[in-house]
Structures are given as C-alpha cells and as structure tokens.
C-alpha cells in the first residue's frame, strides 16, 4: 500500500520563513498544473480517528497567515478553516480507531491522505504529502516533503482543515461519551485522560493497540 520515496530534509532556513509556493512552482515547471496538499491530524492521541484533508489552493486568493496548524491559535485556525472552504477544493477523509488498531496508525494515516485526494471533487495534477512517504493508488505522482506543513502552503492548509475537523469530531464524541474529557484533550494522552481511563475503561473510541491501553 506505501511506497518509500526520497523527501526533502528541511533546513532552518526553509523553516524560519514559513510555508510558501516553492515546491507547488517547482511542480508547475514541470508541466503539473493543479497541485494538490494533503496532511493529517491525530496520529498520537489515545482515541479518536486520524484525520485527513487534501486541498488544491486558488492561488490568486490564498487566505492569509497559512501555517502549520500547531503554531496557530484556535480561532485562527478556525476563521482560515472557513475560508479555506470557500476558496479552494477540499476533501476530507478519516481512519477510525478500529482501522488504526487494525493496520497500524503509519498506514491508516496514508490511506486517510490517500482517500482524501481521490475524494477531491477535481483530479489533481500532482500530490505533495506531508511526511516520507507517499501513499500507493493515487491517480497523480506525489512528493513527500518532511515537515511539510512550515514549508508549503497546500500542505499548511490541508493540515488546517484536518486539524480543525478532527477537534469538531471529538468534542460531538464527548456528548456520546462524557466520562472522558474529549472536547478538552481531543484524545490527547493527557492526565485528566488516563484518570479517565483508569476510572472507566476504554470506551468505542480508544485505540486498544496503544500504550497503556495496550494488554501484552
């Protein structure tokens, strides 16, 4: 399902000015015209699907103050969540906690980008993916770029959109499920969590193939 490919090794340089268009320029000088950024939110938390957005930029109307979504507040990610939908392509896909527990969080969190990109509504030209790999199946040749969520602004957005899903999705879980907490750590293994845990055992949402849910 993965295929290994080289990545690019960001330097201090690349990551002190912030994201910009230099590998989605570099696509279009060969020849790719509508380039797509995917990136994913949740791969570390204790329970919760990961989550994963593709976007295609209108580039002569990028939303401002693009980022890595960890270096943004809150709100902000949520006011450049609204208008990244209203100015670009974007698709959204998901692994559930079975999946991740399944196949493992690397691979469920690939075929969530994977997913992603096939569901955008326009077939883009070429993918550049956050991380070192690039998922297998999809219909265009893909990048892996390190970091890329400081360093392009296709992928920063992407990363946006799934962040800001996956907070919505897991503060609904915590109506379903209240005893744990999750609309204040989104599933995050934090104290209030693993008390949690401790006190009422996992829930549908927990990831039974991490650690200390994990039985060995």
């Not at 999946?99 to 030209?125: E, F, G, N, V």
Request: charged fraction near 25%; proline fraction near 5%; hydrophobic fraction near 40%.
């Amino acid at each position: 399902m993965i295929k290994r490919v080289s990545a690019d090794s960001p330097t201090l340089f690349d990551l002190d000015g912030g994201p910009d268009l230099s590998f989605e320029t570099s696509a279009d000088k060969q020849g790719y015209r509508l380039v797509a950024g995917a990136d994913e939110a949740g791969r570390g938390p204790l329970a919760g699907p990961v989550v994963a957005a593709a976007v295609i930029l209108d580039r002569k109307n990028i939303p401002d103050g693009l980022n890595d979504s960890k270096k943004l507040s809150e709100s902000k990610r949520e006011t450049l969540f609204d208008e990244i939908l209203a100015t670009s392509i974007v698709a959204i896909a998901s692994s559930s906690a079975a999946t991740i527990d399944w196949i493992d969080i690397r691979k469920a969190s690939l075929d969530a980008m994977r997913r992603a990109l096939l569901l955008l509504p326009t077939r883009p030209d070429y993918a550049l993916i956050d991380g070192r790999d690039v998922p297998q199946g999809l219909h265009c040749p893909g990048k892996a770029v390190v970091k890329g969520d400081a360093r392009s602004l296709s992928i920063a957005a992407a990363s946006i959109v799934a962040k800001v899903t996956r907070d919505r999705m897991m503060t609904r879980a915590a109506a379903t499920f209240p005893a744990y907490g999750f609309d204040q750590h989104a599933g995050y293994g934090t104290v209030i969590h693993r008390d949690a845990i401790a006190q009422h055992g996992a829930c549908l949402l927990h990831r039974m193939s991490f650690r200390p849910l994990r039985q060995d």
